[in-house]
């Protein structure tokens, strides 16, 4: 797993900041796979930044505490913390945030969909993270497994939840209910949900009310 030298951006911000008490860490994992076109990468990093930037999620961010970092994952070698953690202490904070996730190239092209990787990565990189009162990962993508000899994806949510961890879903659908029902099936946790984004122009509606619901400590 690559750290890209973005994720060291606001590290000095950080670590300058007053101690406070972090109520929600919470991992952007995502998809970028050969599914996704440039223009649709793009629509996720505009759709995230604008979310963070909205100011009912942006006075929640400052006001817990949260703790941020993005993952970008698409096959199975393929995960790579493109921004790393990030606790919030002022709105300030919160816009240099957004314009690193607009700014953020892109990690992989051309590579399968291997969501059990994508979540194994995410894991590992969420417990090692910052000490808040709850862990979550949004795991977002357009495409159930594809990837040849990739791990089964429901023994990954039995993980996170012995590790006390949540892991959502935002399902972006081209037709029907496909993905949603997969993330439902074999991604989130017991206390988990399901944002559905019926195409990639629906994503910033979709990330924004799911970003809001998890930081409001809504689950299930």
């Given amino acids: 797993m690559n750290v890209a030298p973005a994720a060291l951006c606001l590290a000095a911000i950080t670590a300058a900041s007053p101690l406070g008490a972090c109520q929600t860490a919470l991992l952007l994992a995502m998809d970028v796979s050969n599914s996704v076109d440039a223009g649709e990468f793009r629509l996720q990093t505009e759709g995230l930044a604008a979310a963070l930037q909205d100011p009912e999620i942006t006075e929640i961010l400052v006001r817990d505490r949260v703790s941020l970092s ?124 399901v944002e559905t984004a019926r195409g990639y122009r629906d994503y910033a509606r979709a990330i924004r009310r799911k970003m809001l619901r998890e930081i409001s400590r809504v689950f299930g």
């Fill in 70 to 193: 993005v993952l970008q994952w698409s096959g199975i070698p393929d995960q790579e913390i493109s921004i790393g953690w990030t606790t919030i202490y002022s709105p300030a904070q919160v816009a240099a945030l957004a314009q690193q996730v607009r700014d953020m190239p892109r990690a992989f092209i051309l590579s399968d969909t291997a969501p059990a990787e994508a979540l194994i990565a995410a894991l590992a990189h969420i417990t090692q993270g910052p000490d808040c009162v709850r862990r979550v990962i949004d795991l977002s993508g357009d495409g159930t497994p594809n990837a040849l000899g990739g791990a089964e994806v429901r023994h990954l949510r039995r993980r996170a939840e012995r590790a006390g961890v949540t892991i959502n879903g935002l399902a972006i659908e081209s037709l029907g209910l496909a993905i949603t029902n997969f993330y439902h099936r074999q991604v989130i946790t017991g206390d988990g949900f």
